[in-house]
């Protein structure tokens, strides 16, 4: 039943489509050479290759990127940008990602997913503002704009025979993307090996002859020699 419903809402979103109202706009001039006597016999496979050509030339339907709730108050900002997250990736859902660019972004998705869940790490990013802000400016405007402009060149680079390929560039972007956010989490991870090691000396420096971790231990005597003075 929903593959039923969703191939009916497909066929009518194509029959909205720019696509099919260029074609049918073309097929319209062949139909006019059938009654000028243009197209004699052959007036079907006129009409069908017109409406074809119209069909390819038209530019294809551009998804908007979807509004986003924006900055939030203190204390707030991440639950806004985990909301945000969510209409991204909607709106990534519903366009046709090229080949050339799964995997970075698959890549950029599961790294998000896991700098946003509530939890910890989510705890030590919001008390880092200037993390905060790069998880705000890549959900909302660099993976966006990564998305839009991609669908507003792919149409005029079959134009352009040769041309940069636009899936390169969006495959680029979200690699560079990808290494921004790999940063923030590379902090995250050192942040709580710091910890780890600071509360290690800790419990070193209240154990009474226990070394500091990192500290040589000094050198034991030589048995029947005499001891260091």
């Not at 149409?155 to 690699?175: I, M, N, S, T, Y």
Request: charged share 20%.
């Amino acid at each position: 039943m929903a593959t039923s419903s969703g191939g009916t809402a497909r066929a009518l979103a194509y029959l909205e489509s720019r696509k099919n109202l260029t074609g049918c706009a073309c097929g319209l001039v062949g139909l006019a050479t059938v009654f000028t006597g243009l197209a004699g016999a052959y007036w079907p496979l006129v009409v069908a290759g017109l409406y074809g050509a119209g069909a390819l030339i038209a530019p294809p339907e551009r998804t908007a990127p979807p509004p986003f709730a924006g900055p939030a108050g203190p204390g707030a900002e991440l639950d806004a940008i985990r909301g945000d997250f969510a209409a991204l990736r909607g709106y990534i859902a519903d366009i046709d990602v090229p080949g050339a660019a799964t995997a970075p972004a698959a890549e950029l998705d599961g790294l998000l997913a896991a700098l946003l869940e509530p939890g910890w790490v989510a705890d030590e990013i919001a008390a880092d503002p200037e993390a905060v802000h790069i998880l705000g400016r890549a959900v909302r405007t660099d993976i966006p704009e990564a998305f839009d402009a991609y669908q507003r060149t792919r149409w005029w680079a079959r134009l352009q025979p040769g041309a940069d390929p636009p899936e390169r560039h969006l495959r680029r972007q979200l690699e560079l993307l990808n290494g921004e956010l790999a940063v923030v989490a590379a902090a995250v991870h050192e942040s709580q090996e710091r910890r780890q090691r600071t509360h290690t000396t800790y419990l070193e420096s209240r154990t009474p002859g226990e070394p500091a971790t990192g500290r040589p231990e000094p050198p034991e005597p030589l048995t029947g020699g005499p001891a260091p003075g």
